[in-house]
């Protein structure tokens, strides 16, 4: 495997759908493991995986970073962002082989930085996946991403009002562009809510692979 990671077998031993839990900046692959542990209670036939983003944090040491924020060249940002991307989609190809499935059989989440990784990748794939939820986070660099989009899966973004790390604005400009650009996208804003996952927007979350799912099958 190109990432590092932890992974939740489903109950059922039978994988037909999988969802990738990718952390924020400075986390690890732990950070959303109790999350895909309360999602797997009510999706038996799905594999939950957490990948650890390839590169140690420069101000955590024991946490990961997708690409380093501290970086004051977006264009070095870029590369590293890039070099990420190729291994996630090399880990996401592996499991897929690995459990003979296809794209459309796999869910992106992300926190943060993760939620940036989640939608470069899925509006990028040559075939749409079942969906994206982005948690607290936007389309890194709208202009970076604007000529590659060859894919429009679901999206479901949500976002607390008062977030410091990431501004709700920022997520909006997301907001609009997807919607702009004729993607099937909702959000939704949590009051008194900071840069991080409340148990409503978990329940959310759930709701929309559920449903998804449920489109799947008909």
Known sequence: MSLSYEQLEPDSQQVKKIVILSHGYGADCKDLLSIAEHWKRFLPDCLFVCP???TVC???PSGYEWFDLMQTSQEKILEEFEVSLKKFIQFMETLLEQYNLEE????????SQGTMMSLQIA??????IAGVLGYSGKIFNIPFLESKIISKPPIILFHGNMDDIIPLEEMYETYEFLKKNSFTVENKIFENCGHSITPEGL???????KSKISEIKL
């Not at 459309?104 to 926190?111: R, T, V």
């Open 52 to 54: 650890n983003a390839p």
């Open 104 to 111: 459309k059989d796999i869910f992106l989440m992300g926190f």
């Open 203 to 209: 329940s959310l979350g759930l709701n929309f692979i």
């Open 58 to 60: 420069q101000i955590n």
């Open 123 to 128: 509006l990028t794939c040559k075939t749409k």
